[in-house]
């Protein structure tokens, strides 16, 4: 059980990663709007910030239990299911 609960915590971080990777580029494309503003691309704002996931070993060698909450995981893998609508 700890093999798999391990594989599955590195496949989140992993996608966390890849997640943030294509936010970043959607941040340094701008558009430019009818009235001469500037914006980026919308994306979610709920993916967590790379803090807020420590990783594996970190979780449970360290002073305190840095366990992420719930609904940090549970973001994750929101804006994981919702990329592929923003296309």
Do not use: W
Not at 17 to 32: C, E, N, P
Request: with cysteine.
């Amino acid at each position: 059980m700890h093999v798999e609960c391990n594989h599955e915590y590195g496949v989140l971080l992993a996608e966390r990663g890849r997640v943030a990777a294509l936010y970043d580029g959607y941040d340094s494309t701008i558009h430019h709007t009818m009235r001469g503003g500037k914006i980026t691309r919308f994306h979610l704002k709920s993916l967590p910030p790379a803090s807020a996931v420590p990783a594996l070993d970190a979780m449970f060698n360290s002073e305190k239990n840095k366990i992420p909450a719930q609904r940090t995981l549970s973001n994750i893998v929101h804006d994981f299911l919702v990329r592929p609508l923003e296309a």
